[in-house]
């Protein structure tokens, strides 16, 4: 079984900066594609960003392209958030999808594993 571990959510202004760490751990074979999502009230979990197997390509939401970054290291994933809006409060969440997959596999596949989630909010 492989766990996610969320952290770094937190309140914040809008146009301010955060970074979202995901640390993965357990039993850790094969590769994966890493992903970040996230699930505002009353609303359906959404992609914001994932890199593929490899760490060599990465795919963002329209709606964070240009603000948010997402990285790998190790056995680690990291989303830095900059230039924040009111609209992008929610609960992100990290995922794993086990497998040679793309960076953008993660838009229509359901990932295998997925963390428990860290609430960002931002105040306007």
């Known amino acids: 079984q492989v766990q996610l571990v969320e952290s770094g959510g937190g309140l914040v202004q809008a146009g301010e900066s955060l970074r979202l760490s995901c640390a993965v751990s357990?039993?850790?074979?094969?590769?994966?594609?890493m992903g970040w999502f996230r699930q505002a009230p009353g609303k359906e979990r959404d992609f914001v960003a994932a890199i593929d197997w490899s760490g060599s390509s990465s795919d963002y939401a329209d709606s964070v392209k240009g603000r948010f970054t997402m990285s790998t290291d190790n056995n680690m994933a990291y989303l830095q958030m900059n230039s924040l809006k009111p609209e992008d409060t929610a609960v992100y969440y990290c995922?794993?999808?086990?497998?040679?997959?793309?960076?953008?596999?993660?838009?229509?596949?359901?990932?295998?594993?997925w963390g428990q989630g860290t609430q960002v909010t931002v105040s306007s």
């Open positions: 357990g039993r850790i074979f094969g590769v994966y594609a």
């Open positions: 995922a794993a999808l086990k497998g040679l997959y793309s960076s953008s596999s993660l838009r229509v596949l359901k990932p295998d594993y």
